[in-house]
DNA sequence: GCAAGGTC
């Protein structure tokens, strides 16, 4: 008998189904000679520190460094403290009696570091020595699963993959550990100050930027508008100079030939600019950006829109919701067609369902080298019925995308007038001749400029208008805003490195904080820890959190660039290289970091609030 | 009581 394994249930279905395996058992599907079964992410984890003889919060256990670590069954939270999480123990139980059974064992987890890990705890904790092969797909169609299992690797080539996931796990864990109790034992109070790789370079982020926020000194500037009249329409026109004395400001209106100073005809148009802008659709969405879009639009915290997408995906009617994708394969976008159709009767997107049926679709989202474990959330085609309106909303907000990402480009008429009346004032002004993607949602442009004029009069190169008035604009200077979650998300997948090209900002996804199925945990757990909190949008820090960063903002934990050190190193391990003298590394490092912050917090004033 | 990673 040959055992497949999945790292969750939906992927062991999948295969399962393109076997044509329908008999179900309690924790597996059997059928045509195979078994299928599945894990649900990790199963087991590092084991916590008593297990190593480390009893106890105690300065001379520090740091904790466990000659070989061991592996626990993943513990869930109860009245009676951490225990072993039942379901997973069944799981565990299920999947013994399987392997024990088995004659090979095919791999199907995830095709990346963390799929890996998983497999190789429950092989290793079982103690299993049965042969192994491994399955790498990226795509769950029965095309790509038929195509890799004509094509299944020797277990042994991920050994190295495995090497550097287990290295993370163990650089994670000397690292978190002893600083969280070292940082605790020395602040002397008796709550959990906790540090990680990834949770304190996020709150130092927050605090950074909320201290350049309070500690910002506007400064005043002064810029001149003219209101310009062509036939009764009246626009305005902006001196794009910016003057930092009213004096200066007051020369420029002074030389404005308006009306009121005598000039009938003072506005000279010096030139007149129409061109065409197209607005690609943007890509499909990824877990990290549909958090973003519906914590703007929807004010739903990070956490709140995993939970949805998790429901509506256990509901089957979108596809696996923790992707870090924004792209579909080939194979995938075949089906998109027969999709859009599905929701030519849906009340708000209908109109453009049809428009689009049977359209020419833009490709922007279709590459499968950019599709990694999983590709972008779609609708499933499912129909759904009688959702929460929470859930109605997610729903919405991915099947909208699908319509904007294959929709045509957008068209704006960009219009630009100069004219001259004493000083030189620019008008400007979009009008979308085309909405394309955008008729979808049929939202405003949310980075329109201020002065923006809504439309402008059609006027020529050297007409003279009145100039109906002139006016002062006294400005200041505004610091970068605090940071809410959909900002900070986007900041996490660039480790705070300021990006706003969508593309560019998307090749720097490996080196980011956190993952997209881990970063809504990250921003609980600051607020947990009474860190962060959530005033109304924003993410602030509270007198604890300042207190912390304080002491550890120049240590390489609170910094972003440790994360990307390790990801270098660690892709040097799956390339081969040796795993010892990155362990020493971080071995020596949690022995600085440690006795560092042993000494450290004994300075940390905590103010309770 | 503690990390970060995955997922019901």
Known sequence: MKVIIAEKPSVAREIAKVFGATTKKDGYMEGKGYTFTWAFGHLLQLAAPQEYGFYGWNVQNLPMLPLKFKLAIRKVKTKDGMVDDPGVRKQLDIIKGLFDEATEIIVATDAGREGELIFRYIYYYLKCKKPFKRLWISSQTDEAIK??????????????????????????????????????????????????????????????????????????????????????????????????????????????????????????????????????????????????EANKKKGFTADQTLTLLQNLYESKLVTYPRTGSRYIGDDVFAGVPVLIDKFKDHPEFGKQATALSGAKLSKRSVNAKKVTDHHAILPTGEIPYQLSPDRQAIYDLVAGRMLEAFHQDCIKEITKITVQSGSNFIASGTVISNAGWRAVFNEPDEDKKEEENASLPKVKQGENLPVTDKSLLEKQTKPKPMYNEASLLKALETAGKEIDDEELRYAMKDSGLGTPATRAAIIETLIKRDYILREKKNLLPTATGLAVYDVVKDHRIAQAELTGNWEKRLEEIRSGASVESFQEEIKAYTRDITRELLKAGKGMMIVKT
């Open 147 to 292: 195509d890799g299992f004509r094509n299944l690797k020797p277990g042994s080539d991920y050994d190295t993959l495995f090497n550097s996931a287990h290295c993370r796990s163990q650089s994670d864990w000397l690292v978190g550990m002893n600083a969280t109790q070292a940082l605790s034992l020395s602040a002397g109070t008796r709550s959990v100050l906790s540090l990680g790789r990834v949770q304190t370079p996020t709150l130092a982020m927050i605090c950074a930027r909320y201290l350049e926020n309070k500690n910002f000194v506007p400064e005043p500037f002064y810029q001149v508008s003219i209101m310009v009249d062509k036939d009764g329409q009246v626009f305005r026109a902006l001196n794009e100079e910016k003057f930092k004395t009213k004096e200066e400001a007051q020369l420029i209106i002074d030389e404005v030939r308006d009306t009121a100073s005598g000039v009938p005809d003072g506005g000279h148009i010096l030139s007149v600019e129409a061109k065409p802008r197209k607005e690609p659709p943007p890509l499909l969405h990824d877990l990290s950006s549909l958090q973003q």
